[in-house]
């Protein structure tokens, strides 16, 4: 097992002399489930079949829980507030993902996750409001030279909510490409109605006919188009359009 190698790093651990990791064989941790406590009676590790646990705690009141299986190792560090500050993964003994969070005062949902792909030399960058919902999503490719590291803006995802926190747009920006997805609420109704975009051409939307029934249209070139009635999420009608004439319907 791979990742008990990278265990090794974290812990040498003895259990009334039962349960032992063994520096000669780093392909054999104990497969029988065990916890330990420390003189605190606070957990310190786990072993499971599949998961290994690790606690640790920092000068600085941080901790640190070392999360082992078959697949991945991950490290995770917390503040002293118990919240979310670091995750480090190695995949296949690779360091492969650092996640860092960070937060605003003493808010306990982060308003900032970098995403670091080290292996895909990737950056996602995400921002998020009080309520904790996803404001934008950035992704960044990272190119290395001799002299410099440069990250560049891949795509861009920005969605905008109301007063209320109901999402009213997402905008999503790529190279050669943009589309944009709008909400719109209606008084009376459960649910809104959407409008779909792709490089500033309308090509779909859905219209509530009341709480239970809604159309779905999809817009083709050529003056096409398609209406699809849904009642209950169960699709019961299908009109094709020409030039505004109808020109067959399907029922279902």
Request: aromatic share 16%.
């Given at each position: 097992m791979k990742n008990s190698f990278l265990l090794s790093f974290f812990i040498i651990l003895f259990i009334n002399n039962q349960y032992a990791y063994s520096e000669n064989n780093n392909d054999e941790i104990i497969k029988k489930d065990f916890s330990f406590l420390n003189s605190d009676k606070r957990l310190r590790m786990l072993n499971t079949i599949d998961e290994k646990f690790l606690l640790n705690n920092f000068e600085n009141s941080f901790e640190s829980l070392i999360k082992v299986s078959d697949e991945k190792v991950v490290k995770k560090i917390f503040?002293?507030?118990?919240?979310l500050k670091k995750e480090i993964f190695w995949t296949e003994d690779v360091l492969s993902l650092i996640k860092e969070y960070f937060y605003?005062?003493?808010?306990?949902?982060?308003?900032?996750?970098n995403e670091q792909y080290l292996i895909e030399k990737k950056i996602n960058v995400s921002k998020f409001n009080y309520a904790g919902l996803l404001l934008s999503l950035i992704e960044y490719?990272?190119?290395?030279?001799?002299?410099?590291?440069?990250?560049?803006e891949i795509s861009k995802k920005i969605l905008n909510y109301d007063e209320n926190n109901n999402l009213l747009e997402i905008i999503f920006q790529k190279k050669?490409?943009?589309?944009?997805?709008?909400?719109?609420y209606n008084e009376g109704y459960d649910y809104p109605d959407e409008k779909f975009y792709e490089n500033n051409v309308l090509v779909r939307e859905k219209k509530y006919i009341n709480n239970e029934?809604?159309?779905?249209?999809?817009?083709?070139?050529?003056?096409?188009?398609?209406?699809?009635?849904?009642?209950?999420?169960?699709?019961?009608?299908?009109?094709?359009?020409?030039?505004?004439?109808?020109?067959?319907?399907?029922?279902?």
């Open positions: 503040d002293s507030k118990m919240r605003e005062d003493e808010v306990l949902t982060p308003s900032l996750i490719e990272i190119y290395e030279t001799e002299n410099k590291k440069e990250n560049k050669d490409f943009n589309s944009l997805q709008k909400y719109i029934k809604f159309v779905e249209i999809i817009y083709f070139e050529g003056s096409m188009k398609v209406e699809k009635y849904f009642e209950n999420e169960n699709k019961f009608l299908e009109i094709y359009f020409v030039n505004g004439i109808e020109t067959r319907r399907k029922n279902f």
